[in-house]
């Protein structure tokens, strides 16, 4: 079965600041990956995704997130993070060959930027 | 149309009362998705739906029944819910099993 790993539970940063969020996941097959945000009251949304190719990929909002298969991680990165950057993020990892082929959410990072 | 909408927005009903949570997409989406989110927890699976066939049950109370009435369509029919089925039911979809999840905003449902 696959499982997601968020270490981070609650970051706080002032604007500005660069922000990683760390994930870890865990299958022995092929993932695909995704990190997710949930503004304050505000549906789920797609930040990034990773299916296969270059492991560094990026998304919407400046974030960008790397795949290094050898630490089954797939760790987010902003270089300046933004008030509007408070939220809940969300690192998922659904099975990309004939495993289960729905989305596993890991714990949630929530991140806190002041200004 | 890139939108999941979700009806209702909130509801709260008793024990014994019965009813139906919406979701539609009008992305041409064969896979659909529900999923139960408690406060400051991750969404976790409840059944997915695939080509309009229940392919993943996560063992949920059969209390929770699902229905996809059409591609484009999925139900949540809730009966003799308990107080801890409170919660954000969120309903997702995806152009096949496996693509990202495009999701709706949710409904709160309270179980008083």
């Known amino acids: 079965a696959q499982s997601v790993s968020q270490h981070n539970h609650h970051v706080i940063l002032s604007e500005a600041a660069s922000l990683e969020l760390g994930c870890n996941y865990s299958?022995?097959?092929?993932?695909?990956l995704f990190w997710y945000v949930q503004y304050p009251g505000q549906h789920l949304q797609l930040l990034l995704k990773?299916?296969?190719?270059?492991?560094l990929v990026k998304g919407i909002k400046g974030f960008e997130a790397e795949f290094i298969k050898s630490k089954f991680s797939f760790n987010l990165r902003k270089p300046s993070v933004q008030w509007s950057d408070t939220a809940e993020y969300f690192c998922a990892v659904n099975a990309g060959d004939t495993g289960r082929r729905a989305l596993t959410f890991g714990s949630g990072t929530r991140l806190q930027v002041q200004p | 149309d890139t939108e999941v909408t979700q009806t209702p927005k909130h509801l709260v009903m008793g024990m014994t009362n019965k009813k139906s949570l919406k979701c539609e997409q009008h992305?041409?989406?064969?896979?659909m998705y529900w999923y139960k989110q408690k406060a400051k927890k991750p969404p976790e699976l409840m059944f997915v739906?695939?080509?309009?066939?229940?392919?993943i049950n996560e063992s949920v109370p059969s209390r929770f029944s699902p229905e996809c009435p059409n591609s484009s369509l999925l139900n949540l029919h809730l009966h003799a819910l308990q107080p801890e089925d409170s919660a954000l039911y969120l309903c997702a979809s995806s152009r096949v099993p496996g693509a990202e999840a495009f999701f709706g905003q949710g409904t709160r449902l309270t179980v008083v």
């Open positions: 739906y695939s080509y309009e066939k229940l392919s």
């Open positions: 990773y299916f296969s190719g270059d492991p």
């Open positions: 299958y022995g097959g092929t993932v695909n």
């Open positions: 992305m041409g989406h064969r896979a």
